[in-house]
């Protein structure tokens, strides 16, 4: 048994071009609903666990539970410091989506990738959110997202090419930078 793990970025274009026949054939498989459950871990601590994912309105209750995230603010944001922060797992969904897409842009380019690094930034100013100044957004003002990728055999083009595709379709990078409809209801 090989116990070796690699950490180079890959995905298997095979399996890519799998999942695209699957969708194309049906449809109802790209329609996916990532669910997570909540709830409050005393003082700003959120516990938050997976819940069933939905795709084609099929739910694979396998997830459910299978992963538990906390959350918390730091100190200075007066929380407790215990946990990563909501504003810090924004920027972890993204650099997730980035290692996905990034990955499956470069299988499908034929491009070998050795490494991919990320430094994200989430700049925030709080007088916003504190109702200190009204004409500050209570968001995020700018999320920053420095891409380093190592591959012997791209050219400087090659990468900045992939970089615009990367942005063209990234999900999550979608979602964060363009208006989405977010339902909140009290039960």
Known sequence: MNTSTSTRPFLDLAVIEDTVAAVTENRDL????????????????????????????VPDEARRGKFTLTSDEPISLLGTDTAVSPAEYILKGLAGCYMVTLASLAAARSI????????????????????????????????????????????????????????????????????VKVTTTLL
């Open 30 to 57: 790209g329609q996916v609903t990532f669910t997570m459950l909540s709830e409050s871990a005393g003082g700003l601590t959120a516990k938050t666990e997976t819940g069933p994912l939905l795709q084609g309105c």
């Open 112 to 179: 070998r990738l050795e490494s991919i690094r990320l430094t994200l930034g989430f700049d925030i100013d709080l007088s916003g959110f504190l109702g200190i100044d009204g004409s500050v957004r209570k968001g995020a003002e700018e999320i920053r997202v420095d891409v380093e990728i190592d591959s012997a055999e791209a050219s400087a083009a090659d990468l900045e090419d992939l970089i615009a595709a990367l942005e063209a379709t990234s999900p999550i990078r979608d979602t964060l930078a363009n208006a």
